[in-house]
């Protein structure tokens, strides 16, 4: 019976040995794990970062490259076989609006015309765009 009882408590010590060992194991397991994910998330953060900056930078890019315009209004003396068409033509700046159709519309709106008749030696008042800022401060 005594050799009985040491080897039922040798084997008893093995089975513990080895519960204790898969215990460590998967404890390492976990940290292992958890280390993957702590890598796994800094990753992202940096890829996320580095998109974010990257976007910023080029749009202030762009914006250099094409500077604000300001909408100006001017008055212009009609000649002798100017159109609404010709005028549209030397004021209409291509980059705001869809078509020369849409500029005049907007001319004879603000000119109060009804038709696209128009005499020579009169003024009409015309939007354009510039680039340059102008204050109507003193």
């Not at 958890?34 to 930078?57: Q, R």
């Not at 980059?95 to 907007?106: A, C, L, P, Q, R």
Request: hydrophobic fraction near 35%; charged fraction near 25%.
């Amino acid at each position: 019976m005594d050799n009985n009882k040491v080897m039922t408590s040798v084997s008893e010590r093995r089975r513990a040995e080895r519960r204790r060992r898969k215990r460590l194991q998967r404890q390492r397991q976990v940290r292992r794990n958890i280390g993957i994910l702590c890598l796994s998330i800094m990753s992202i953060m940096l890829v996320i970062s580095a998109s974010v900056l990257f976007i910023s930078f080029s749009s202030q890019a762009r914006s250099m490259d094409n500077p604000p315009s300001y909408k100006y209004f001017k008055s212009v003396r009609i000649e002798k076989g100017d159109t609404l068409w010709s005028i549209a033509d030397s004021n209409m700046d291509i980059e705001h609006y869809d078509n020369t159709s849409d500029y005049i519309k907007e001319v004879k709106a603000m000119n109060a015309l009804k038709s696209d008749n128009i005499t020579a030696g009169e003024y009409i008042i015309v939007p354009y765009y510039s680039t340059e800022y102008v204050s109507n401060t003193n």
